[in-house]
Nanobody
Framework: QVQLVESGGGLVQAGGSLRLSCTAS????????IGWYRQAPGKERELVAR???????DYAASVKGRFTISRDDAKNEVYLQMNSLKPEDTAVYYC?????????????WGQGTQVTVSS
């Protein structure tokens, strides 16, 4: 099992910034992909950004140029720097990873952290 714990959410005015952090812990695992999803009320959960093993990144079109994902492999942490926030970025943000344990790959989710952007 891999536990993902997010932090850094909160309330911010439009145009402001927030930095989310996610720490992965567990025994004998390696992360293939780690990133962030979000879910706004009444909407489906969507990919925000992810880092694939080797360092390549994917971003949702709606956040490109405003959000930056990064990771610290030594700490098993991933970060999401969110700048120029908009009210439509309001959502619960979930950390997600695809981790290899022994010969199998599993998907894990964090508990989520609320981000609210006021206009």
């Amino acid at each position: 099992q891999v536990q993902l714990v997010e932090s850094g959410g909160g309330l911010v005015q439009a145009g402001g910034s927030l930095r989310l952090s996610c720490t992965a812990s567990g025994r004998s695992f390696s992360i293939n992909v780690i990133g962030w999803y979000r879910q706004a009320p009444g909407k489906e959960r969507e990919l925000v950004a992810r880092i694939i093993r080797g360092g390549s990144t994917d971003y949702a079109a709606s956040v490109k140029g405003r959000f930056t994902i990064s990771r610290d492999d030594a700490k098993n942490e991933v970060y999401l720097q969110m700048n120029s926030l908009k009210p439509e970025d309001t959502a619960v943000y979930y950390c997600n990873c695809d981790a290899q344990i022994a010969t199998n790959t599993f998907r894990f989710w964090g508990q989520g952290t609320q981000v609210t952007v006021s206009s």
